[in-house]
């Protein structure tokens, strides 16, 4: 008799689980998820690459630039990268939907690309990279940054220094 109970009151409070996959369901707040790459932001640390603990991360140099890429597939989503980025160039989004099929296993990859450019003051060739915050030692302004942006590592050497 116990059970019929049980039963009555389960058909009256209706189901206890969320409807996924066939209706949306509720994202914990915090919840690291894919992670998303902001190229503007990079400084090429690298130290992202040398953190991750399931070695989804890679740079390497290519005729446009350093083209960055992260495997969905082997992140462990541990937040590592996010943490030890200087620049909040990466982060972990609350996007937890990253189920495929294994004939897209190839295309869960985030990219990024840091261009090759012409420094302004030498003409040499470089990376475009964003400016480190703490590189400055007063705040700079937009057309510091900007400037530094367009320089190769030795101007922006000088740069910092005060030469240039």
Same mark, same amino acid.
């Given at each position: =008799?116990?059970?019929?109970?049980?039963?009555?009151?389960?058909?009256? /409070?209706?189901?206890?689980?969320?409807?996924f996959p066939f209706g949306e369901t509720f994202t914990p707040k915090g919840l690291r998820?894919?992670? @998303?790459?902001?190229? @503007?932001?990079?400084?090429?640390?690298?130290?992202?690459?040398?953190?991750?603990?399931?070695?989804?991360?890679?740079?390497?140099?290519?005729?446009?630039? =350093?083209?960055? /890429?992260?495997?969905?597939?082997?992140?462990?989503?541990?937040?590592?990268?996010?943490?030890?980025?200087?620049?909040?160039?990466?982060?972990?989004?609350?996007?937890?939907?990253?189920?495929?099929?294994? @004939?897209?296993?190839?295309? =869960?990859?985030?990219?990024?690309?840091?261009?090759?450019?012409?420094?302004?003051?030498?003409?040499?060739?470089?990376?475009?990279?964003?400016?480190?915050?703490?590189?400055?030692?007063?705040?700079?302004? @937009?057309?510091?940054?900007?400037?530094?942006?367009? /320089?190769?590592?030795?101007?922006?050497?000088?740069? /910092?220094?005060?030469?240039?």
């Amino acid at each position: =008799m116990n059970f019929l109970k049980i039963l009555a009151r389960n058909l009256a /409070l209706g189901p206890s689980t969320d409807p996924f996959p066939f209706g949306e369901t509720f994202t914990p707040k915090g919840l690291r998820g894919r992670v @998303e790459f902001d190229a @503007e932001n990079c400084t090429a640390c690298r130290y992202c690459e040398q953190v991750c603990i399931g070695g989804a991360i890679r740079f390497s140099k290519t005729p446009e630039g =350093m083209r960055f /890429l992260l495997w969905h597939n082997t992140c462990t989503f541990c937040g590592l990268c996010e943490f030890y980025c200087p620049t909040h160039a990466i982060h972990l989004t609350e996007d937890w939907h990253l189920a495929h099929g294994n @004939e897209d296993k190839y295309a =869960m990859v985030e990219n990024g690309l840091l261009p090759t450019i012409v420094c302004t003051q030498c003409g040499a060739e470089a990376i475009a990279i964003a400016p480190n915050p703490t590189a400055f030692k007063e705040p700079a302004t @937009e057309g510091q940054k900007e400037q530094y942006r367009h /320089l190769c590592a030795r101007c922006r050497r000088k740069f /910092l220094q005060g030469a240039l």
